[in-house]
């Protein structure tokens, strides 16, 4: 997980490209910063449309891990009483490593 000040294509791709090893198949939701993994030959790119599901019925394909993990790191940082934009690098290097 990387914090981003925006999640548009040209904030999200260069991050994804940084992190994400090439020959990996990404499952993401349909938002439009994504389409142009569908191009990238680096990587497989599956997507699920939430607006008529969660899951992909087809290919069983779900962003729920992702979604639930970052539920779990904002739960955490709300239980000890705080939650600052500035520091959401280290609440997830935090979490990370206690995971």
């Known amino acids: 997980m990387v914090p981003v000040q925006q999640r548009d294509a040209a904030t999200l791709l260069p991050v994804i490209t940084t992190y994400v ?14 389409h142009a993994l569908q191009h990238n030959p680096a990587y497989q790119h599956a997507t699920v449309n939430h607006s008529v599901s969660f899951v992909d019925s087809n290919s069983g394909v779900h962003t ?23 520091l959401v690098n280290s609440y997830l290097e935090k979490f990370m490593w206690r995971k």
């Open 21 to 34: 090893l090439p020959g990996t198949t990404i499952y993401s939701d349909e938002w439009r910063a994504y």
């Open 64 to 86: 729920q891990n992702i979604e639930n993990t970052w539920m779990l790191v904002k739960r955490k940082q709300k239980k000890q009483g705080e939650f600052s934009r500035t």
